[in-house]
Nanobody, 127 residues
Framework: QVQLAESGGGSVQAGGSLRLSCAASGMIVTDYCMVWFRQAPGKEREGVAAFGSIGGPTYRDSVKGRFTLSKDPAKNTLYLEINSLMPDDTGTYYC?????????????????????WGQGTQVAVSA
């Protein structure tokens, strides 16, 4: 049974940093397209960063330079380092896995694309 468990969210002031984690079980993160989605209050869920089996991570323009996506194969865990947090970063962050797209991974996948989701972790940024 595949499970994705996010952690690391919290309430921070603008300019602060957080490190989100996504611990996977029942699957191997390096074999999947792994995507972090974000859902701001009242808005649709959107992908912000993705990491496939080849190449490096890719990012939505609005988070480039501030978000860093990495994975630790030994821990089977995905990380999202978020720096220079802004109020617009507020929302629920979800880790998702897309089967069969490890070599064509994209943060642009719609929310209908992933096969597995975590429960989400809340990030609240105050001005």
């Amino acid at each position: 049974q595949v499970q994705l468990a996010e952690s690391g969210g919290g309430s921070v002031q603008a300019g602060g940093s957080l490190r989100l984690s996504c611990a996977a079980s029942g699957m191997i993160v390096t074999d999947y397209c792994m995507v972090w989605f974000r859902q701001a209050p009242g808005k649709e869920r959107e992908g912000v960063a993705a990491f496939g089996s080849i190449g490096g991570p890719t990012y939505r323009d609005s988070v480039k330079g501030r978000f860093t996506l990495s994975k630790d194969p030994a821990k089977n865990t995905l990380y999202l380092e978020i720096n220079s947090l802004m109020p617009d970063d507020t929302g629920t962050y979800y880790c998702a896995a897309v089967r069969g797209r490890a070599y064509s991974c994209s943060f642009r996948f719609p929310p209908s694309e992933p096969d597995y989701w975590g429960q989400g972790t809340q990030v609240a940024v105050s001005a």
